[in-house]
């Protein structure tokens, strides 16, 4: 059982340094609405993944793979991240007043919906649990052994996230108020450039 847990663990650390949106995305909520705020992000991204396992297991990679859906799928997408992040490089407020002000952001649960919408949009995510599926499925015929290897999988995973929101809300001090702006910036054109990319590999 100890060789199944490892094995989750590594899945668990290979999920989670995988940059794409939702890192960037986490990073940003932990700095600008608080540590307990990344918490709720990260518990969405957690959400996503449990539903995306789910999923996988349920037979929706022949759904996922047919090239009609996938071309859908990919394209919206796309498009849902594009619209974040046009509106994260443009969104303006007294942002040095409520760098981490946590009675001031909104309620958590919009963190959790952001960050579920946001890992769930992305096809790679689904992709990367159908894979993990197909090779645990292979590697064990026991439903407790699977199950355990999930678990350490998104155990792993979901305690690397709130780390890096703790690590990121320590930084927040050395940011000034014309750095945060860029952060938002930045933020936005990343999210522009994973939804173009997004949609120009489906199409």
């Not at 060789?3 to 995988?18: A, N, P, Q, R």
């Not at 859906?69 to 040095?96: A, C, D, L, R």
């Not at 689904?126 to 290897?149: G, Q, T």
Request: hydrophobic fraction near 55%; proline fraction near 2%.
């Amino acid at each position: 059982m100890t060789s199944i847990i490892l094995k989750g663990v590594l899945f668990g650390l290979g999920l989670s340094i995988l940059i794409g949106p939702v890192f960037f995305a986490l990073i940003h909520t932990s700095i600008k609405r608080g540590f307990a705020s990344g918490i709720a992000f990260a518990f969405g991204i957690f959400l996503s993944d449990l539903a995306c396992i789910l999923l996988s297991n349920l037979g929706l990679s022949q759904f996922i793979y047919e090239p009609n859906y996938k071309t859908g799928i990919g394209v919206t997408g796309g498009i849902i991240m594009i619209i974040f992040g046009i509106y994260e490089f443009f969104y303006k407020n007294k942002i040095k007043e409520d760098i981490g002000v946590e009675n001031n952001s909104p309620k958590k649960i919009i963190y959790i919906l952001k960050a579920f919408v946001l890992n769930t949009i992305n096809p790679f995510v689904i992709l990367f649990w159908l894979a993990a599926s197909a090779f645990f499925h292979n590697e064990y015929d026991s439903a407790m052994e699977i199950l355990v290897l999930f678990s350490a999988t998104l155990f792993t995973a979901v305690s690397t996230d709130i780390l890096k929101a703790f690590i990121a809300n320590k930084i927040k001090i050395f940011l000034t108020e014309k750095l945060l702006s860029w952060v938002h910036r930045i933020s936005g054109i990343l999210l522009i450039i994973f939804g173009v990319i997004l949609i120009y590999r489906v199409l």
